[in-house]
Nanobody, 126 residues
Framework: VQLQASGGGLVQPGGSLRLSCEARGSTFTNYTMGWFRQAPGKEREFVAGVRWTDGIQYAAYYGDSMRGRFYIARDTKNLISMEMNGLKPEDTAVYYC??????????????????WGQGTQVTVSS
C-alpha cells in the first residue's frame, strides 16, 4: 500500500486548510485511514481517523485538541480528506497520512498503523 498526501502549506492563524490522502495498492473495502502529525522537537501525535467496512464509513474520530476544529471523511474508496479550521500556530507540524486494514476499534497508536505516507508540511503563521 502506498499513501500520497497533499494539501499542506502556509496559512494565517484562524485560517483553514484541507489535506487529502490517496491510497493505492489494495481494494480498501475494510480499512482505517487517518493522520498523525509531528512538530519540531515533539512526539508524533494522533490527529484523526476514519474507518469503514464494506465500503461504508462508520466512524470518524479525533485527538482531543482537534475535536471540533478538524473534520475527516472518506471521499472515495481510496481517498480521504481532512478539513482543518481555526488553525493555530501550535498546529504547525508535518502531517502524515496512515492506513491499516484493521477496523474493529478506533485506533490511536502509531503502532496500530502499518502504512505511512511521506508527510506534508502545515505551517500556521502570520
Amino acid at each position: 500500500v502506498q499513501l500520497q498526501a497533499s494539501g499542506g502549506g502556509l496559512v494565517q492563524p484562524g485560517g483553514s486548510l484541507r489535506l487529502s490522502c490517496e491510497a493505492r495498492g489494495s481494494t480498501f473495502t475494510n480499512y482505517t485511514m487517518g493522520w498523525f502529525r509531528q512538530a519540531p522537537g515533539k512526539e508524533r501525535e494522533f490527529v484523526a481517523g476514519v474507518r469503514w467496512t464494506d465500503g461504508i464509513q462508520y466512524a470518524a474520530y479525533y485527538g482531543d485538541s482537534m475535536r471540533g476544529r478538524f473534520y475527516i471523511a472518506r471521499d472515495t474508496k481510496n481517498l480521504i480528506s481532512m478539513e482543518m479550521n481555526g488553525l493555530k500556530p501550535e498546529d504547525t507540524a508535518v502531517y502524515y497520512c496512515v492506513a491499516d486494514p484493521k477496523t474493529g476499534y478506533n485506533y490511536y497508536a502509531k503502532s496500530d498503523f502499518n502504512y505511512w505516507g511521506q508527510g506534508t508540511q502545515v505551517t500556521v503563521s502570520s
